[in-house]
Each structure stands twice: as structure tokens, then as C-alpha cells.
């Protein structure tokens, strides 16, 4: 079972700053300084959160992955997933009311502080997936005295020319509708405050992915490099 409590999933102020695009170091402003507050507390009172996983089979998961065809040609996850040690099928949503506390704000209520907790929610929901990894990763011991502790990464259609259409195979294995989730037509998920993906794990040097792949260039967060896990030769 893992963890959602509030209090693990909360960002710290300083990452909130960062997400905003305050540069590392710098002061807030005061206004921003005086709305964090008020969203970390609209955070804590309309947040519901809640996540579900299965183990799933490379086998079970080579369908889900291809979903509709239309993956980019070497997407790194077709290496990757073969490699793992256990694959788990993941999804987690902050709930229906945070979302409509955003909207709600942005809908002319308060323009600044519905921007602040969206990027509370956001931060959340990365949160989350890191809480997940560490689950994840909990569940595995060194196989050797000499091997390096197995590591775990949350990896969602959408990204790293995995198509975001592997959604439907996606539900239809895991039905995260059980906690909330649906997708529409376009395959996005409503709650808008969620994640979905799989769960691998297995030695660091699976996740070494090749950059310069042609869906890098429009890559708007990195997260190979955020993770640390380095880029293959
Ligand atoms: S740069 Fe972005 S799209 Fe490319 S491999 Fe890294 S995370 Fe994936």
C-alpha cells in the first residue's frame, strides 16, 4: 500500500517558486509570498487523493504499450520495459474538487492564487509518482553484494514517443474508474490532477535512455535528465 498522505505529496515552497519560474536563490515577491499560504492551505482542504497499481507482465504490457500503432519509431520504453524486474501499472489522481477550486479561481475569481495552486497540484501529482517509485523500489533488495540498489521510473503514454492513445489499453487493464478516472476523447484524464503510466524497475542502467530522439525537441520537461539517470552513449 503506498503512502498518499497529504503531508508526503505537499511540494515544499521552494519547488513551487522554481515551477513558477522564480530562479533558484532569488526572492519572491511579496504577493506571490502572501498567496503561497492561502494555496498550500486550498491544496490540503480540497485534495482527495487517490492511487491504484497492479503488477503486470511484459507480455501484457508489449499490447499496452503498441495501444493504437502510432508510437514513435525506438521510443525508449520498448527496451526499456523487457529489461524490468517487475513491471506495475499505475494511476493516481488528486480528485475532482482541487480541480474545480482551479477552474473556479481562474474563472475570473482570482487569476494569481488559481495559478499558484495549479502549480501546487501539478508539483502534488509529481510528488506522487516519486512516492510510487520508492514503493516500488522498496520492494527490492540487491540481488548481489556488488549491484547498485534497483531503481524505479514512472514512465506515462504522452511522453518520450510513447503516444498518449496506449491510454485506452491503459484503463481498460488497470480501470483506474474505481478511483475517480476517466478519459475523454482525446485521451486525456479528468480529474485534469492525475497521473497514469507504468511503474518499471530494475538496474539503473535499463533507464539510460539515447537523447536527440526527434520527439526531444519538443520535450518541455526533461525528466531523463531531471532523474539523473544519464544518457547512453
Ligand atoms: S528529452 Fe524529454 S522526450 Fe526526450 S527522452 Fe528525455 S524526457 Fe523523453
Given at each position: 500500500m503506498i503512502d498518499f498522505s497529504l503531508a508526503r505529496l505537499q511540494p515544499a515552497a521552494a519547488a513551487v517558486y522554481a515551477a513558477l519560474?522564480?530562479?533558484?536563490?532569488s526572492e519572491p515577491s511579496a504577493r506571490s509570498a502572501a498567496l503561497l499560504p492561502r494555496a498550500m492551505d486550498l491544496f490540503l482542504a480540497t485534495s482527495e487523493p487517490r492511487g491504484m497499481s497492479r503488477p503486470v507482465t511484459a507480455d501484457e504490457f508489449a499490447a499496452i504499450f503498441a495501444g493504437?500503432?502510432?508510437?514513435?519509431?525506438?521510443?525508449?520504453l520498448e527496451e526499456i520495459f523487457p529489461q524490468a524486474r517487475r513491471l506495475e501499472l499505475f494511476a493516481f489522481t488528486l480528485g475532482e474538487r482541487i480541480s474545480a477550486e482551479i477552474e473556479r479561481l481562474f474563472s475570473g475569481v482570482d487569476f494569481a492564487l488559481g495559478f499558484i495552486l495549479d502549480a501546487v497540484a501539478s508539483l502534488a501529482a509529481d510528488n506522487a509518482g516519486r512516492l510510487a517509485e520508492e514503493w516500488l523500489e522498496s520492494q527490492f533488495g540487491r540481488q548481489e553484494e556488488s549491484d547498485s540498489p534497483p531503481r524505479a521510473y514512472l514512465y506515462s503514454p504522452?511522453?518520450?514517443?510513447?503516444?498518449?492513445?496506449?491510454q485506452e489499453r491503459l484503463f481498460a487493464a488497470l480501470r483506474p474508474q474505481a478511483i475517480g478516472l476517466s478519459l475523454n476523447a482525446s485521451f486525456?484524464?479528468?480529474?485534469?490532477?492525475s497521473i497514469s503510466g507504468v511503474l518499471a524497475v530494475g538496474?539503473?542502467?535499463?533507464?539510460r535512455i539515447a537523447g536527440g530522439y526527434p520527439f526531444c525537441s519538443r520535450c518541455q520537461s526533461p525528466a531523463c535528465r531531471e532523474r539523473d539517470i544519464g544518457i547512453k552513449e
Open positions: 519560474g522564480l530562479k533558484n536563490g493504437q500503432g502510432l508510437n514513435a519509431p525506438q521510443a525508449p504522452g511522453y518520450c514517443g510513447w503516444h498518449i492513445s496506449s486525456l484524464m479528468a480529474p485534469l490532477k538496474p539503473t542502467v535499463i533507464h
